[in-house]
C-alpha cells in the first residue's frame, strides 16, 4: 500500500502512527527525500555521543536504502516520490512495476494547487490501469474535487462520509478588518496572553511570522515560532519544544506559538485560540483544527484577519500575502464573514468550499487542473515500454516538484567534519551534516554558490536559531528578502 501525504512533516507523523497501530514499525516504510533523517531523527538523543550518532546514522541509511528495495508492506511518501516511477529506465523502472495492483491511499490533497492536482490524477488514471486501487481522504472535499476523480478514473467511484452530525462545535468564527500584523491585533493577542491562554498566530509568509514573533514574544515566557527556513536541526528542536508545551494530552499551559502554514500539518497540538491571516478555505480549516482538538472545553474563537493582495516581485496577478492567488482567499472569506461571531458547524464546511469552486474562478480552476493533467500525461506517460530510460526529462520532473536546500557559510567547517565522521560510511556522514542544511526552492539556486567538494550549495545569510532564515546576502545577482515566497 502507498500511504501519500503532501508535507515531510505529516508522512513522519503518519509512519509513527501506522507503526503503532500495527504494532510493528518494521512494515512502514517512509518514502520521501529525506526518509534517511527521518530514521535517524527517530533514533538519536542530544545526549549521544560521536560513536552513538555514527551507529544511528549507519542505520538509517540501511532502513531507507530498505524502502528503496520495496521491503515493508505499507510505504508512507510524497506522491512525488511515486510519480517519479513514470521516468522508468533502469532507475525508475522497480517503482512503477511496484504500483501494479496497489492501493493507494492520497490523504490531504489540496485542491486549489491545480498543478500538482492535475498530475496526481493523470497518474492515478495510470495507477488504475496497472490494476490499482484508490482513495481519497479529506476533511475538506468540495465536490468539484470529487467529480475529477470520478471523470479521471473509469470504475465506479463511492464516497463514504463519516457521521459528524452529533459532533460537538469547538470553535467560534470571527473574522476582522484589519491585517495579522495591525498594532491593534498585537494588543489584541498580549491581551489574551496577559489572560493565560495559549495562542496560536498563523502568518502566510516569513516575515510576517518573524516580525509578529519579535513583537509578542515577550509577552509571555513560552513562545516558539516555526516556519520551514530553519536549519533541520534546529526546526526538530522547535518542534520538539512546541509538542512538550503544547501537545494533545499535555496540561493546559499558557503560551504563545507563531508559525506559518507548516503547522497545518504533523504536529498534534491544542490551544485556547487562533489568530490567522485568510488563506483558501481548505488551509483555514485545518489551521482551525489547532484550536480545541478534541472539544474538551466550549467553544474557542478562531479570528481571520483579510491579507494584503499585491503582485510578487515579478509582477503578474495579486497574491495574499505574495502566497495565495488571490480570488480563492477573496471568495472564502466572503463566505466566512456572512457567519462573523457563530458557532462553526463543521459540517457545513463543504457547502462553503463548494461555493467557491462553483465560482466563475472555481470553473476556471477546473479548466487549469485538465490541462496539467493532459500536459503531464502528454509529457510523461506516452511511453509504451517501461523499461526505456527517460533520464532526460529527469530535470524537468525536479523541477516540477523538487526544491534545494544549502548550509550557512559559518557552518561549512562543522558540515565538513560531520561528513567524515563515520568511517566507511560516506552516506551515513552525509546523513549526519545534513543537519545543518537549511530548505530552499528548486529555482533559488542562484542565490548560493555551489562547492562540488563537499556537494553542497553554500549561502551568506542572517540567521537565527529562533528566528530562522533571514536575509541572504551575495553572490546572486539578486536578493532575498525574508518573507518572500520561493
Given at each position: ?10 508522512i513522519?507523523?503518519m509512519?509513527v502512527?501506522?507503526?503503532?497501530l ?7 516504510g ?11 531523527a527517530t ?5 549521544d ?8 546514522a549507519r ?27 513514470v ?15 496497489s ?6 490533497l ?8 492535475g ?6 488514471h495510470?495507477?488504475e ?11 475538506t472535499?468540495?465536490d ?8 479521471a ?13 452529533a ?6 468564527l470571527i473574522?476582522?478588518?484589519r ?16 489572560e ?6 498563523v502568518?502566510?509568509?516569513v516575515?510576517?511570522?518573524q516580525?509578529?514573533?519579535?513583537e509578542?514574544s515577550s ?8 516556519h520551514?527556513r ?11 519544544e512546541i509538542?512538550e508545551h503544547?501537545?494533545?494530552g499535555?496540561?493546559?499551559?499558557p503560551?504563545?506559538?507563531v508559525?506559518?502554514?507548516v503547522?497545518?500539518?504533523?504536529l ?11 488563506a ?5 480549516l ?15 474563537d ?6 494584503a493582495?499585491?503582485p510578487r ?6 497574491y495574499a ?10 471568495l ?7 457567519h462573523?461571531g457563530?458557532?462553526v ?12 469552486y ?5 470553473r ?5 487542473v485538465?490541462?496539467?493533467a ?15 530510460s527517460?533520464?532526460?526529462l529527469a ?6 516538484f523538487d526544491g ?31 543537519r ?14 555551489w562547492?562540488?567538494?563537499l556537494?553542497?550549495?553554500i ?25 518572500e515566497?520561493?
Amino acid at each position: 500500500m502507498f500511504y501519500t501525504l503532501p508535507y515531510l512533516a505529516s508522512i513522519n507523523a503518519m509512519a509513527v502512527r501506522l507503526g503503532d497501530l500495527l504494532s510493528d514499525d518494521s512494515l512502514v516504510g517512509v518514502m520521501h527525500s529525506r526518509a534517511a533523517s527521518f530514521h535517524l531523527a527517530t533514533a538519536i538523543r542530544p545526549e549521544d555521543g560521536e560513536d552513538q550518532q555514527a551507529t544511528a546514522a549507519r542505520k538509517a541509511v540501511a532502513r531507507a536504502a530498505a524502502t528503496r528495495l520495496f521491503a515493508e508492506t505499507v510505504r508512507v511518501g510524497t506522491p512525488y516520490q511515486i510519480l517519479r516511477g513514470v521516468l522508468a529506465g533502469p532507475v525508475h523502472s522497480a517503482t512503477l512495476i511496484d504500483a501494479a495492483n496497489s492501493v493507494f491511499v492520497l490523504d490531504e490533497l489540496h485542491a486549489y494547487d491545480a498543478r500538482r492536482l492535475g498530475y496526481i490524477l493523470a497518474m492515478a488514471h495510470l495507477w488504475e490501469q496497472l490494476g490499482g486501487r484508490i482513495a481519497v481522504l479529506s476533511a475538506t472535499l468540495p465536490d468539484a474535487l470529487a467529480r475529477l476523480f470520478r471523470t479521471a478514473l473509469d470504475a465506479e467511484a463511492h464516497l463514504v462520509e463519516a457521521g459528524t452530525a452529533a459532533a460537538p462545535r469547538r470553535h467560534r468564527l470571527i473574522v476582522r478588518d484589519r491585517h495579522l500584523t495591525d498594532p491593534a491585533t498585537m494588543e489584541e493577542i498580549t491581551a489574551r496572553l496577559g489572560e493565560g491562554e495559549s495562542v496560536l498566530v498563523v502568518a502566510n509568509n516569513v516575515a510576517d511570522a518573524q516580525y509578529l514573533y519579535a513583537e509578542l514574544s515577550s509577552a509571555t515566557p513560552t513562545s516558539c515560532l516555526l516556519h520551514s527556513r530553519f536549519r533541520r536541526m534546529d526546526r526538530a528542536e522547535v518542534e520538539r519544544e512546541i509538542g512538550e508545551h503544547f501537545g494533545l494530552g499535555r496540561p493546559r499551559r499558557p503560551g504563545l506559538v507563531v508559525a506559518t502554514q507548516v503547522v497545518e500539518v504533523s504536529l498534534n497540538v491544542d490551544f485556547d485560540r487562533l489568530f490567522t491571516s485568510a488563506a483558501p478555505l481548505e488551509a483555514l480549516l485545518q489551521r482551525f483544527g489547532r484550536v480545541n482538538r478534541i472539544a474538551a472545553r466550549p467553544p474557542c474563537d478562531v479570528i481571520v484577519h483579510p491579507p494584503a493582495y499585491a503582485p510578487r516581485r515579478t509582477g503578474g496577478q495579486d497574491y495574499a500575502d505574495g502566497v495565495y492567488p488571490r480570488l480563492p482567499v477573496e471568495l472564502g472569506l466572503r463566505v466566512l464573514a456572512r457567519h462573523h461571531g457563530r458557532e462553526v458547524d463543521e459540517t457545513e464546511a463543504r457547502a462553503w468550499l463548494n461555493e467557491v469552486y462553483d465560482s466563475e474562478w472555481g470553473r476556471a480552476w477546473h479548466d487549469e487542473v485538465m490541462s496539467h493533467a493532459t500536459d503531464f500525461a502528454d509529457a510523461f506517460l506516452a511511453f509504451t515500454h517501461p523499461f526505456d530510460s527517460r533520464e532526460e526529462l529527469a530535470e524537468r520532473f525536479d523541477a516540477l516538484f523538487d526544491g534545494t536546500e544549502a548550509i550557512l557559510a559559518e557552518d561549512r567547517d562543522a558540515y565538513e567534519a560531520a561528513l567524515h565522521q563515520v568511517p566507511g560510511s560516506r552516506a551515513a556522514g552525509r546523513l549526519l551534516a545534513d543537519r545543518y542544511l537549511i530548505p530552499m526552492p528548486y529555482w533559488a539556486a542562484p542565490l548560493s554558490r555551489w562547492e562540488k567538494r563537499l556537494g553542497v550549495r553554500i549561502i551568506e545569510a542572517d540567521y537565527s536559531p529562533r528566528l530562522g532564515l533571514g536575509r541572504i546576502h551575495g553572490p546572486a545577482r539578486e536578493t532575498y528578502q525574508a518573507g518572500e515566497i520561493l
